[in-house]
């Protein structure tokens, strides 16, 4: 059964740092390209940033880059997107997306950056 479960989402300063993690299950998760994804209400979702499946080449929106970092250990199924210098605009729900089925998202992990 697949399963993307992620964590480490809380409140932070601005300028402060977070790291997310999610922990996939139930595919070849090395066979898979990986996502970030973050949804702020009343706004769509955008993507964050994604790793490829066998490069491990990375790609970022241009609002996180240089300050955000998405990696991977595929011997733990896991994806982490490490986050510094956080704005009050990254203030999201925060999914990670990949795997054999287009339809399935977690339930996401809440960011808020504020004072």
């Known amino acids: 059964q697949v399963q993307l479960v992620e964590s480490g989402g809380g409140l932070v300063q601005p300028g402060g740092s977070l790291r997310l993690s999610c922990a996939a299950s139930g595919f070849t998760f090395s066979a898979y390209t990986m996502f970030w994804y973050r949804q702020a209400p009343g706004k769509e979702r955008e993507l964050v940033a994604f790793?490829?499946?066998?490069?491990?080449?990375?790609v970022y929106a241009n609002s996180v880059k240089g300050r955000f970092t998405i990696s991977r250990d595929n011997a733990e199924n896991t994806v982490t997107l490490q986050m510094n210098n956080l704005k009050p605009e990254d203030t999201a729900v925060y999914y990670c997306?990949?795997?054999?089925?287009?339809?399935?998202w977690g339930q996401g992990t809440q960011v808020t950056v504020g004072t």
């Open positions: 997306k990949g795997g054999p089925l287009d339809d399935y």
């Open positions: 790793i490829r499946k066998i490069t491990g080449s990375t």
